[in-house]
């Protein structure tokens, strides 16, 4: 399952835990704010500076959350490759994925 998927099944579990209407809602928005944003505008997020993984990683926020993709420009097609909470150590989640 690829990454990005997986991230946003655990937010929803979690959130889930104190309410269920509001986890599914909530996946659905920033999935929605994903699409919306990045279809039209796929170098509007920051470059991740911080990251070392050998290719340009782009990060954009939503709420507390912080989804970390890649533009393949071959295919014109966005790639969200991470979606974690903002307040986690990014790099230590992505060196253990």
């Known amino acids: 399952m690829p ?4 991230s946003l099944l655990e937010i929803g579990e979690y ?3 104190d309410n269920p209407v509001r986890a599914i809602s909530f996946i659905d928005e920033i999935s929605d704010s994903l ?3 990045l279809s039209i505008f796929p170098y509007s997020g920051k470059v991740a500076e911080d990251l070392d993984l050998g290719e340009e990683i ?3 926020p939503y709420g507390n959350y912080v ?3 890649r ?3 071959d295919n014109l097609v966005v ?3 991470f979606i974690f909470n903002a307040s986690r150590n990014i790099q230590a989640l992505i060196t253990r994925l």
Do not use: F, H
Not at 3 to 6: N, Q, R, S
């Open 58 to 60: 782009r990060v954009v």
């Open 35 to 37: 699409i919306k944003t």
């Open 67 to 69: 989804s970390y993709y």
């Open 3 to 6: 990454t990005a998927k997986k």
């Open 15 to 17: 959130i889930a835990l």
């Open 79 to 81: 790639e969200v490759l």
């Open 71 to 73: 533009v393949l420009e």
